[in-house]
C-alpha cells in the first residue's frame, strides 16, 4: 500500500499544478521556437528519447520537472508484484538561462546516484542545415559505494561521467530519427559482472520517434557498447515506448532491458534481456513551468 500511495502523490502533485490554461495543447508549447521561422520545429518533444537524451532542449526561461520511475523487473512475477517491489525513482530539474543551454540536477536511487550536467546546442535544423546537433555532458556520483565493501576507495572513485553529441533530423511531421556516439568513463567497475575492467568505453546511441496522431507517438532507442567485454553479465540496451501529450504534461511509457537512467547506468549497465523476458516497465512524466 505504501507503493500504491507513493505514486498517487506523484500524480497528484502533477495535476495540482497545471495551470488554468492547461488545457492548451503542448504541442504549441513545446514547438516554440525563436521568430526565425527558418527552422525546423523540435525532432523530439521531450528531454528523452525514451531512455536516451533527444536533442529537445528547454526554452528560455522554463523550467522542467521530470520524474522517472523504473519499476523491478516484470520476470520474477508475482514474487516481486511484478517490478512494484525494487524499484528506481529518478527526480530532475531542468532549466535554461539562456537560449540553446540547459543546466540540469538530479537523482536516482538506483546506487543512490547524482547527476549533473550541461546540454547545449551547436546547430539546428533549417532550409539551410540538415539536421539539429546537441552536445550533453554529465557527471554522476554514486553514494551508494560503501567503504565496508571497497575500504580503498576515495571519493573521486564514485565519478562516472557521460559525453555525447546528439545529432537529429526531424524527416516530416510524422518521424524524427536521432543518432548519439557516446563516450563514457566509470571510475569504478565490479569485475565480478563486468568481467576484466574496462573504465573507457565508446558506444552508439539510435533513437527515433513516429507520431501515431496528434497527441501520441511510438518511440523507441538503442545503443550498442564497442567497448563490453565478452564476459561481461550487461547487454546493449533496447527501450520501446509511447508519448501521451496533454495539457502541460507529457506521459512517457516504456519497456527496457535497463533499469538505470543515468547516461553510464543505462548505456554500460543495462542487466536486462528481452529474449528471457527480464525486461522492466517504467514511466517518464515531464511537467513545463
Known amino acids: 500500500m505504501k507503493s500504491v500511495r507513493e505514486y498517487a502523490v506523484i500524480f497528484l502533485v502533477f495535476f495540482l499544478g497545471t495551470h488554468i490554461n492547461a488545457q492548451d495543447d503542448l504541442l504549441d508549447e513545446l514547438d516554440t521556437t525563436t521568430e526565425n521561422q527558418s527552422f525546423e520545429s523540435p525532432a523530439f518533444k521531450a528531454m ?3 531512455n536516451l537524451q533527444s536533442t529537445k532542449i528547454a526554452a528560455k526561461g522554463d ?11 516484470l520476470q520474477n512475477g508475482i514474487d516481486t508484484f511484478f517490478g512494484f517491489d525494487n524499484a528506481n525513482t529518478r527526480i530532475q530539474f531542468a532549466y535554461s538561462f ?7 540536477i538530479s537523482r536516482e536511487s538506483l ?23 546537441v552536445g550533453y555532458n554529465s557527471i554522476n556520483i554514486n553514494t551508494e559505494i560503501n567503504e565496508n565493501t571497497l575500504p580503498n576507495i576515495t571519493f573521486s572513485d564514485r565519478y562516472s561521467f557521460g559525453h555525447q553529441l546528439l545529432i537529429s533530423r526531424r524527416f516530416s511531421k510524422s518521424f524524427s530519427f536521432e543518432i548519439a ?26 533513437g527515433g520517434r513516429y507520431k501515431l496522431s496528434k497527441r501520441v507517438s511510438l518511440n523507441a532507442d538503442y545503443a550498442y557498447n564497442f567497448s563490453r ?23 512517457q511509457l516504456l519497456f527496457s532491458n535497463a533499469q538505470s537512467t543515468t547516461v553510464p547506468g543505462f548505456m554500460s549497465n543495462a542487466e536486462g534481456d528481452w529474449s528471457k523476458g527480464n525486461v522492466f516497465f517504467g514511466f517518464n512524466i515531464v511537467r513545463v513551468f
Do not use: C, M
Open 48 to 50: 528523452r528519447i525514451a
Open 63 to 73: 523550467l522542467y520537472f521530470y520524474v522517472s520511475h523504473r519499476f523491478g523487473t
Open 98 to 104: 539562456w537560449e540553446g543551454v540547459q543546466f540540469s
Open 111 to 133: 546506487r543512490k546516484t547524482y547527476t549533473g550536467a550541461i546540454k547545449y546546442r551547436l546547430a539546428r535544423q533549417s532550409g539551410k542545415f540538415p539536421v539539429t546537433v
Open 181 to 206: 556516439p557516446t563516450y563514457i568513463r566509470e571510475n569504478v567497475q565490479d569485475v565480478r559482472v563486468t568481467g576484466t575492467p574496462n573504465h573507457n568505453q565508446f558506444a552508439l546511441g539510435f
Open 229 to 251: 567485454n565478452s564476459n561481461s553479465i550487461y547487454n546493449n540496451p533496447l527501450t520501446i515506448g509511447v508519448d501521451i501529450e496533454t495539457g502541460g504534461h507529457v506521459f
